[in-house]
């Protein structure tokens, strides 16, 4: 299983990002979940300085844009 988590506090970016992996991940469909991290402890413990962020299975992936459903289904496969 796949974890997914969209850094942010909550803001219309992150609500599309959230939005464009759930997209992708039902488009691909592969068992994953994700997850919305809005703590900024929690944020910064992935050294995270702009949001929002998507992190795949514990790693960084993009900082301080809004890839598209396409873009993070390359990032899964």
Known sequence: M????ILGPGCPKCKTLTANAEAAVKALG???TVEKVE???DIMK???MMTPALVVDGQVKV???VPSPNEIKALLA
Not at 2 to 5: G, P
């Open 46 to 48: 992935f050294g995270v």
């Open 30 to 32: 592969i068992d994953a």
């Open 2 to 5: 796949r974890h997914i988590q």
């Open 63 to 65: 900082v301080g844009k």
């Open 39 to 41: 703590r900024l402890a």
